[in-house]
């Protein structure tokens, strides 16, 4: 069975840094891109960053660019996302999601497995 | 980075009606958009993707149409799970944006 299981969040302060981390089971972790998606209350999902099985391609949204760093560890099965310079509007519940698919006509991504989430709360 | 609507933003229905929610994107993607569904206090959970194909283990009422700019999703035969809120996804470019929800409540 196919687990996420996001840990890290709370209450910081802004300015402040935190460290997410989503331990990921029940299927091979090095073989699909992973992402970080967010969701600030009563709004829909943000899709903040991805990095692909090898760490070979990175790509952080704009609203985070600069601040927020993914990363991962496929001998420990885990994800990570470094956010620094914490600001009020980075508040969300943070998801860890699978990419499946391979990004082509015939096999399109999808985020079919996703974590429970975890609330960030940036406040003073 | 590509913008996707959704219409309506609320819908009102009873069980057993269908409803159609449309999703339009800011340029051509093809056939690279998902759909999914949320209840309160729970992720996304996967629905449809590649614009039509249905997810292992969701019911047959739902359907995805379309490509290039415009999607929607059907749910036929409403139910009482599927009283949530919806959303799309494009999958064509980075940042692989949402749409800003539909949701479904009980007329």
């Known amino acids: 069975e196919v687990q996420l299981v996001e840990s890290g969040g709370g209450l910081v302060k802004p300015g402040g840094s935190l460290r997410l981390s989503c331990a990921a089971s029940?299927?091979?972790?090095?073989?699909?891109?992973m992402n970080w998606v967010r969701q600030a209350p009563g709004k829909g999902p943000e899709w903040v960053a991805c990095v692909t099985g090898g760490s070979h391609f990175i790509y952080h949204a704009d609203s985070v660019k600069g601040r927020f760093t993914i990363s991962r560890d496929n001998a420990k099965n885990s994800l990570f996302l470094q956010m620094n310079s914490l600001r009020t509007e980075d508040t969300a519940v943070y998801y860890c999601?699978?990419?499946?698919?391979?990004?082509?006509?015939?096999?399109?991504?999808?985020?079919?497995?996703w974590g429970q989430g975890i609330l960030v709360t940036v406040s003073s | 980075d590509i913008q996707l609507t959704q219409s309506p933003p609320f819908l009102s229905a009873s069980v057993g009606d269908r409803v159609t929610i449309t999703c339009r994107a800011s340029q051509g993607i093809s056939k690279f958009l998902a759909w999914y569904q949320q209840k309160p206090g729970s992720a996304p959970r996967l629905l449809i993707y590649g614009a039509s194909t249905l997810q292992s283990g969701v019911p047959s009422r739902f359907r995805g149409s379309g490509s290039g700019t415009e999607f929607t999703l059907t749910v036929s035969n409403l139910q009482p799970e599927d009283f949530a809120t919806y959303y799309c996804?494009?999958?064509?470019?980075?940042?692989?944006?949402f749409g800003p929800g539909t949701t479904v409540d009980i007329k």
């Open positions: 999601a699978r990419t499946s698919g391979s990004g082509t006509y015939n096999s399109p991504y999808y985020f079919d497995y």
């Open positions: 029940g299927f091979t972790f090095s073989s699909h891109t």
């Open positions: 996804q494009q999958l064509n470019t980075y940042p692989f944006t």
